[in-house]
């Protein structure tokens, strides 16, 4: 319907669908975001007309395409009166924010990682985590989130705000994180499995018990390489829980 707030969903559903066979759900982390929208009064606008925001066919080259989605999906947004569209996936955020108006220009409204409307409310005071999480948690800094739009504070001041939560850092972070191993779903080969693994261990050797991930495909890649088998000098890889920054904020909250 209509609403001044707009979540754009991206493809969560299709990956629910798609990557079940290795025990991700990712639509829940949509319903757990909209739920903490919820809990800060924001009942969102959605509409049935969106569609998958066009990132990969963009960094495929399926320029025609792209520009198809791109105006399907800012269209539906604008029917919604929207002034403001936030989203938990950092490719959806890059794509919009940046991408779009390079297509229709001037959008109309602005675009928002979920982690920064977050923290805004918790900086005004309308945020607070009341349930404590006795746990020690890493942060991976996925690419898109990251070094392309700069959000690096953020999600870091959110987990550091939930009680009992240990934020280690590890020694790639920020402007220096890691990457996932792929983007785009190009192409998950021997090289972007060593970068998964390597990562992986990464974080296990902070001590961490929970890596937690800004990017639903970050989530999807290094869960998949854990469910794999994988060499013997990293079978220690698979120790460590990978969840999404929704999840764990959700948890904090009770939701």
């Not at 569609?51 to 520009?67: A, K, Y």
């Not at 972007?192 to 961490?208: C, D, M």
């Not at 890596?211 to 890649?221: A, E, P, R, S, T």
């Given at each position: 319907g209509k609403g001044d707030i707009y979540f754009f969903l991206g493809c969560l559903p299709l990956f629910e669908v798609e990557f079940a066979d290795i025990g991700l759900q990712p639509a829940q982390e949509a319903v757990k975001a909209v739920r903490m929208l919820n809990l800060l009064g924001i009942k969102p606008a959605i509409s049935p007309?969106?569609?998958?925001?066009?990132?990969?066919?963009?960094?495929?080259?399926?320029?025609?395409?792209?520009?198809?989605?791109?105006?399907?999906?800012?269209e539906a947004i604008r029917s919604t009166g929207a002034k403001t569209v936030v989203t938990a996936c950092p490719e959806c955020y890059r794509t919009l924010k940046l991408d779009y108006p390079d297509v229709v220009g001037d959008l109309g409204f602005d675009v928002l990682h979920i982690s920064e409307l977050l923290a805004q409310a918790l900086e005004e005071g309308k945020l607070k985590f009341e349930k404590r999480l006795e746990r020690k948690v890493t942060y991976h800094d996925s690419c898109r989130l990251g070094r392309h739009m700069g959000i690096y504070e953020q999600p870091r001041e959110l987990l550091k705000a939930i009680p009992g939560l240990e934020l280690v850092e590890m020694p790639r972070n920020r402007q220096e994180a890691a990457c996932c191993g792929m983007?785009?779903?190009?192409?998950?080969?021997?090289?972007?499995?060593?970068?998964?693994?390597?990562?992986?261990?990464?974080?296990?050797?902070?001590?961490?018990?929970?890596?937690?991930?800004?990017?639903?495909?970050?989530?999807?890649?290094?869960?998949?390489?854990?469910?794999?088998?994988?060499?013997?000098?990293?079978?220690?890889?698979?120790?460590i829980q990978v969840v999404d920054l929704v999840e764990i904020l959700a948890e904090a909250l009770g939701l």
């Open positions: 007309e969106e569609r998958c925001c066009g990132h990969d066919l963009l960094w495929t080259g399926d320029f025609e395409n792209f520009e198809k989605l791109a105006k399907m999906n800012v983007s785009a779903w190009l192409l998950c080969g021997e090289v972007s499995k060593r970068l998964q693994l390597e990562r992986l261990s990464e974080a296990v050797e902070t001590g961490a018990q929970q890596l937690v991930v800004g990017c639903h495909k970050c989530k999807v890649h290094f869960t998949c390489v854990q469910n794999e088998k994988v060499p013997a000098d990293f079978e220690h890889v698979k120790n």
